[in-house]
């Protein structure tokens, strides 16, 4: 081989090489400009946080954060609309649901993020009418009603059992989840029915993933309904992965915290100023992003509540509480009296173990033993004067 010959393999080398290159860093490019940005997000994160939100008259009706994480878990927090904010610039405290009304959309959704102390990557919301609108396209959805709901007003006719609701019932069980049993939003029962709604509508979307993603003009009608949403190449995204995944088994959260009036409003004052709502939507996320999700919370002891005082529904809170956590509560009622000083944490098989960590958890000092054969609980929690919502003082 001449010289002049090797010179001339040499130069087709290196223009190989430095094709290849363009060529390798343009695919990359091209990639990376045209992935949606929820693909990107979640690439990067591991999760996503999408903000649904149901307005009636400039007010949340349901406020759900979904957390959705690159291996097919999921996680949604529900906020009712009654979460107590503090508004600096106005330097009062006053419902969430407020900052919806003076700042719109985008207010509240940064309102949200100021609460969470973090970001939001999409928002949907939609106006109350046209939620029974996406409803009615998505054929009903189906829910589970453990007592049928009566009211005058709002009128409201819900029959109980698993049932197909249309879009004019989940509207009527949309309202009713405003006062619920208690009068506020977030009274237990109205924080189940937005559990179920929610959750409900997250499985109808995955049944109708395959239109969301190859049938366009179908995407094109559910999305003209919504005020805002995402893009439509992020929300095929989603419901790729949605088809993977299995939303009915999503963690369910509300935020918890103690009931105070403030101008005759009851608003919900989070635990710890909420530190606990940070730090417990945290561990949610990491959960979700791990590779078994269910066992970070099964803690496997069960118990029941008992409320000792004259506070209504403390204990159904207490339980939602606890539930968070991972503890298997069986069920709630009243003590023999509701004029209990101090809570009580009954040990029922003489152990003292479980019931030592119940009693840590809500720094509960007084632990005593008594034998039930026919309690089908590990621990009796009976609530008094001295809970405070999350812990004895």
């Avoid at 591991?46 to 349901?62: A, E, N, Q, Y």
């Avoid at 009243?334 to 009954?346: A, P, R, V, W």
Wanted: glycine share 6%.
């Amino acid at each position: 081989m001449t010289r002049k010959d090797r010179e001339r393999r040499i130069i087709i080398i290196v223009f190989s090489i430095v094709f290849i290159i363009i060529f390798a860093a343009s695919f990359y490019i091209y990639n990376r400009v045209n992935k949606d940005k929820f693909s990107v997000l979640i690439d990067k994160k591991g999760i996503v946080s999408i903000l649904f939100t149901v307005h009636d008259d400039k007010r949340p009706l349901m406020t759900e954060l979904l957390l959705f994480s690159k291996n097919g878990n999921g996680a949604f927090l529900d906020i009712p609309a009654n979460v107590s904010y503090l508004y600096s610039d106005e330097k009062r405290i006053d419902e969430l649901a407020l900052a919806f009304s003076k700042r719109g959309i985008e207010g509240y959704r940064k309102t949200v993020e100021s609460l969470l102390n973090r970001s939001v990557d999409f928002v949907f919301d939609v106006s109350l009418e046209n939620f029974v609108n996406v409803v009615d396209f998505l054929e009903g959805l189906y829910v589970f009603v453990p007592e049928a709901i009566e009211m005058e007003s709002p009128n409201v006719n819900i029959p109980s059992g698993n049932v197909r609701l249309d879009g004019d019932k989940i509207k009527q069980l949309l309202l009713y989840s405003q006062i619920g049993e208690e009068g506020y939003p977030s009274s237990s029962d109205a924080v189940d029915a937005r559990y179920q709604i929610f959750s409900a509508l997250l499985v109808s979307m995955k049944e109708w993933s395959d239109y969301f993603i190859n049938d366009s003009k179908f995407l094109s009608v559910f999305f003209s309904v919504w005020d805002k949403k995402m893009d439509k190449a992020s929300f095929r995204a989603l419901m790729r992965g949605f088809k993977s995944s299995f939303p009915d088994q999503f963690i369910a959260r509300t935020v918890l915290g103690k009931i105070t009036v403030v101008d005759d409003l009851p608003l919900l004052f989070p635990h710890d100023n909420g530190s606990h709502l940070v730090s417990s939507l945290k561990e949610i996320e990491n959960v979700i992003t791990s590779d078994n999700p269910t066992s970070a919370f099964d803690i496997s002891i069960r118990i029941r509540i008992l409320n000792g005082t004259t506070i209504q529904g403390l204990a159904s809170r207490t339980k939602a509480l606890f539930e968070s956590f991972g503890y298997d509560v069986i069920g709630v009622g009243n003590f023999s009296t509701d004029s209990l000083e101090k809570t009580i944490i009954i040990d029922r098989d003489g152990d003292f173990s479980d019931s030592e960590v119940v009693a840590k958890f809500i720094n509960c000092d007084n632990v005593v033993f008594e034998q039930d054969d026919t309690a089908l609980e590990d621990v009796t929690v009976v609530l008094g004067r001295d809970f405070d919502g999350r812990y004895c003082k």
